[in-house]
């Protein structure tokens, strides 16, 4: 799986491909997501957490990657008219997940919401990428597309939260 994620955190278009043309890639996809969770949880698991706070966060991370597929598939595929399925972009956007990790490795060098942004922007565009795969979009479109799906999910998280 390694030789997947690693090209596809320099946007390489062949580990998207692999992952749309794949037969397990939304199950690939979500055991990425879930490993990147239970990684950003490390520091919950080392503090005061539960074991039972670190699960949830680890759902709530595959929910995320659910609901910022879903929205990424609907804004590519019904507004901007792309060609593809939402299986497809799923896989696809499993690989734009692990840049979030980035955040802990910068965390000593950049405050944390410098960190976050960072990492929220290398996610934007491997969601970008996962875009202009699995929808066989234009780049511009494609990034249309994951703007959309990306301010969508965030909406939805600043919902949740409320």
Do not use: H, K, N, Q
């Amino acid at each position: 799986m390694l030789r997947v994620i690693l090209p596809g955190l320099f946007l390489r278009r062949r580990a998207y491909l692999r992952m749309v043309l794949a037969r397990e890639g939304v199950a690939d996809a979500a055991v990425v997501v879930a490993v990147v969770y239970l990684v950003l949880a490390v520091p919950g698991i080392l503090g005061t957490s539960g074991l039972l706070a670190v699960a949830g966060f680890v759902v709530g991370g595959v929910f995320s990657w659910i609901a910022l597929s879903g929205l990424t598939y609907l804004a590519g595929r019904y507004v901007l008219e792309g060609d593809g399925t939402l299986p497809s972009v799923m896989a696809a956007a499993g690989l734009a997940f692990p840049p979030l990790v980035a955040s802990l490795a910068l965390r000593p060098f950049l405050p944390p919401l410098a960190a976050l942004a960072v990492a929220s922007a290398w996610l934007l565009a491997c969601l970008w990428e996962a875009a202009r795969v699995s929808l066989d979009l234009s780049p511009a479109r494609a990034a249309a597309a994951a703007a959309g799906g990306y301010l969508g999910w965030l909406a939805l998280s600043a919902l949740s939260v409320l």
